[in-house]
């Protein structure tokens, strides 16, 4: 029999079956407490007697709670900011490294994940704290004279988020620069143009992807760190994981809680679909 004739099966012919167990797991333990969250949510009162919008009605007429969550999408952001410029950095550092070196740089860029989130946090406390490393350095070298405030702080907490989401940047980004051919950039520089041009250019463009990617992982990741914006946050600033937490466990406002987190996975996903649409744009840019 020929090499021709042998006819490899398809992969979309196998049978629906097999992927049974995984849509029983998917059903039992994440479409089912979805759809008794949105049950819940459209209960009036705490004694779930009536239902009807109230709870929605309250979060989207509370400034309060309006201000809960821009507080929370624009931490997302900001510290998706300062991951990107970091994470760039890094992964370019990585990609132009020779392999011995790129070892050491992969181990350090994967250690955060490796550490437990509780432990890498109370790092962040004893760093940033008023007898922390960073007060205790300043005051050696005579820079301050008392203690700074960090910890408890938006920029504290920025910086710590940063440090224990910066993976989620870096890896795609080190996976794009790693797919960009280094004869364009060769090209770019022997026609007259700057480094500075060459990257605006032709790199940055090019890894528009992962930059998408790394950014998507980085904000989602930031909004949700739930451990993260409260030991680092302290009660001082209040954000929507522990808005959602203090209403179902300290007010026991499970219906509010519930409309709460629902209206937080509604502007997290329209999140999402703003940077698929810009990952689909680039894309679409590339090909043209």
């Known amino acids: 029999m020929s090499a021709a004739a042998v006819k490899l099966p398809s992969v979309s012919g196998y049978s629906l079956a097999f992927a049974t167990p995984l849509a029983v797991f998917f059903l039992l333990f994440f479409l089912a407490p979805l759809l008794l969250l949105i049950l819940i949510s459209f209960?009036?009162?705490?004694?779930?007697?009536?239902?009807?919008?109230?709870?929605?009605?309250?979060?989207?007429?509370?400034?309060?709670?309006?201000?809960?969550?821009?507080?929370?999408?624009?931490?997302?952001?900001?510290?998706?900011?300062?991951?990107?410029?970091?994470?760039?950095?890094?992964?370019?550092?990585?990609?132009?490294?020779?392999?011995?070196?790129?070892?050491?740089?992969?181990l350090i860029i994967v250690m955060p994940l490796l550490t437990s989130v509780v432990v890498r946090t109370f790092a962040w406390v004893v760093i940033l704290g008023r007898q922390g490393i960073v007060n205790s350095m300043f005051l050696d070298l005579g820079w301050i004279e008392t203690p700074l405030k960090l910890l408890y702080t938006r920029g504290g907490l920025i910086v710590a988020l940063a440090n224990v989401q910066l993976p989620l940047m870096v890896l795609p980004l080190i996976t794009a620069l790693q797919k960009l051919?280094?004869?364009?950039?060769?090209?770019?520089?022997?026609?007259?143009?700057?480094?500075?041009?060459?990257?605006?250019?032709?790199?940055?463009?090019?890894?528009?992807?992962?930059?998408?990617?790394?950014?998507?992982?980085?904000?989602?990741?930031?909004?949700?760190a739930f451990i993260s914006q409260s030991l680092i946050g302290g009660g001082q600033m209040l954000f929507m994981p522990m808005y959602i937490y203090q209403q179902a466990s300290t007010l026991q406002n499970w219906p509010f809680a519930a409309a709460i987190s629902l209206v937080f996975l509604v502007a997290v996903l329209g999140c999402v679909t703003i940077f698929n649409l810009l990952g689909r744009m680039s894309r679409g840019s590339l090909a043209s």
């Open 43 to 106: 209960y009036n009162d705490t004694a779930l007697s009536s239902m009807g919008a109230a709870q929605y009605i309250k979060f989207g007429t509370d400034g309060f709670s309006l201000q809960v969550l821009g507080d929370t999408l624009g931490l997302g952001v900001q510290v998706t900011l300062l991951c990107l410029l970091l994470g760039y950095a890094l992964a370019w550092s990585y990609v132009r490294s020779p392999s011995s070196m790129q070892k050491v740089l992969m």
């Open 181 to 224: 051919d280094p004869n364009l950039e060769d090209a770019s520089s022997a026609l007259g143009a700057s480094a500075w041009r060459t990257f605006a250019r032709i790199t940055l463009p090019l890894t528009l992807p992962g930059i998408i990617a790394g950014c998507l992982l980085t904000f989602t990741a930031s909004v949700t």
